[in-house]
């Protein structure tokens, strides 16, 4: 099928124009003109949230699985025309695109499989002891509530599965929970299109309208309005520190503060141990590069920092990483805002006293080139902002005189995503004392392989303190990202006539 944008906004099953429109600055292609988001686009969209929220809460896991698999049925219909412009908006190459779509619909269908299974719920039945000395104990049983409309905020880097039908829409929609898109302005169309998927499979299922909206962005009052609506409960987003923590700060100064599942970034340090740098410091160095500059470095969980004793083998590897690198073609990024903010942090990574420039590639206005550079750990440990994010192809190769050394630059990081060790066996004793700082500074711990690649699973956790994410006991991939949207509720003494059908079926 073939698709040309309309431009409008999708508010509880009506396509609704604005007043004012932007338009789209796309990689390749045409660009086209999108409405402009309001505060009043939003207070429909968020009452329609609201008064759709007792009818889908109380449908059952059935009938939401049924929901969560006919998106992912109407999203794999529209394939071709959602590569199509997903590649025009971004850049990104089709196979990216392609595999994205399968991640969307992937996890769309195991979060249907999971709320089937009814695990999620976390029912907990205390049996009444009334005979117990020297008081009763009441009948007590617990059960997961959806907590209410959720706001969430599509990305920048995954316009498929962190966007509109993404990891934090399909966990909202799996809990019960309404859910309201902003969606993001690099990629518009493809929002667009995915949201006529997702609007399609609401008619399909029988939903109210309010179950599903897309608000277009072009607006930062938009996002603003949606955090501080009273009927938003919840907020998903995925982005950059500064605009997280503004947003966050917004539901946490409300009358009725809300949660902020934000997830802001991080520099995923890898750590390297001596015996397994001079077993194999030469592949790592070269499987590095290709996770350096993986989709133009614009992953979360991009491995930006390599710490690592120095000494001839630390040499070996920054060569072997720069000769890697210097054969990385400058590639597209996704907006030029984020092309121009890269330059910028490329800029201040070399002005930073102690720190210097192995690699600096050319690019062109809105590509990115492999930058690295390398710096003692004493450089690091004085500087702070060497260890904050620079979205793109940016490594820092950061050099340790002993395991002393290393443990310090381990303690001194803050909240990450990812952190890597890669160890031989004869680095046991010390990837042990690293292991003890690390699992407190990480959402996920890894040994010998490199982070890019994240698992939509049940043991997945994306998150971290932070600032990798502003909630470190939430994921936003992986089923345990359902709980985020749920609350505990429980009830004492009532009838089972009386109780939710899941938990009086429970024993």
Not at 159 to 177: E, K, M, R
Not at 255 to 279: C, R
Not at 383 to 406: K, R
Request: glycine fraction near 12%; hydrophobic fraction near 45%.
């Amino acid at each position: 099928m073939t698709f040309t944008p309309h431009g409008r906004h999708l508010i509880a099953g009506e396509w609704v124009a604005g007043d004012a429109t932007f338009p789209s600055a796309p990689a390749t292609g045409p660009a086209h003109a999108f409405a402009v988001g309001t505060p009043a686009d939003v207070r429909q969209a968020c009452a329609a949230a609201a008064a759709a929220f007792p009818a889908y809460a109380a449908t059952s896991r059935a009938e939401r699985a049924a929901f969560l698999n006919t998106i992912a049925d109407e999203i794999e219909a529209r394939a071709e025309a959602i590569t199509a412009i997903g590649t025009s908006e971004t850049g990104l190459p089709a196979a990216r695109l392609t595999g994205e779509r399968g991640r969307t619909t992937g996890q769309l269908r195991l979060f249907a499989r999971h709320i089937l299974d009814g695990a999620y719920l976390d029912r907990r039945h205390d049996a009444a002891l009334p005979d117990r000395q020297p008081l009763p104990r009441p009948d007590l049983r617990l059960m997961q509530l959806p907590v209410g409309p959720v706001a969430v905020f599509g990305a920048s880097n995954f316009p498929l599965a962190f966007s509109t039908a993404g990891g934090d829409t399909a966990a909202a929609l799996a809990a019960g929970c309404p859910v309201v898109v902003k969606g993001h302005s690099a990629h518009p169309g493809t929002g667009e299109i995915i949201a006529g998927a997702v609007d399609a499979a609401r008619r399909r299922c029988g939903l109210p309208g309010g179950v599903f909206s897309l608000i277009q962005g072009g607006n930062r009052a938009v996002g603003e309005s949606l955090v501080t609506d009273p009927a938003i409960r919840a907020v998903g987003f995925t982005g950059s520190l500064g605009g997280g923590r503004a947003l966050f700060n917004l539901c946490a100064a409300r009358p009725d503060p809300i949660p902020f599942f934000g997830e802001l970034g991080s520099v995923n340090p890898m750590f390297l141990l001596p015996q397994a740098l001079a077993a194999r410091g030469e592949a790592i160095a070269t499987g590095w590069a290709a996770s350096l500059t993986m989709g133009a470095g614009q992953f979360c969980t991009n491995p930006g920092v390599a710490v690592l004793p120095a000494g001839p083998e630390a040499d070996a590897f920054a060569a072997t990483a720069t000769a890697a690198l210097s054969a990385v073609a400058a590639q597209t990024m996704l907006t030029d805002g984020i092309a121009a903010a890269y330059r910028q942090g490329c800029g201040r990574i070399g002005a930073t006293p102690g720190v210097s420039s192995l690699l600096a590639g050319p690019a062109g206005p809105r590509q990115a080139a492999p930058h690295l550079f390398r710096t003692p750990a004493a450089a690091w440990l004085a500087d702070d902002g060497l260890s904050e994010e620079v979205f793109g192809p940016l490594g820092i190769i950061v050099t340790v005189t002993d395991a002393t050394e290393m443990l310090a630059v381990a303690n001194s990081l803050h909240g990450q995503l990812t952190c890597t060790l890669h160890l031989d066996d004869a680095d046991a004793d010390t990837g042990r004392a690293l292991l003890q700082v690390l699992q407190h500074k990480a959402g996920r711990v890894l040994a010998n392989g490199f982070p890019t690649g994240v698992e939509v699973a049940d043991s997945m956790v994306h998150g971290g303190p932070y600032p990798a994410s502003t909630n470190f006991g939430a994921t936003s991939v992986g089923t345990l990202s359902i709980r985020r949207f749920l609350r505990p509720v429980c009830y004492q003494n009532l009838p089972d006539s009386l109780l939710p059908e899941d938990l009086a079926a429970f024993p």
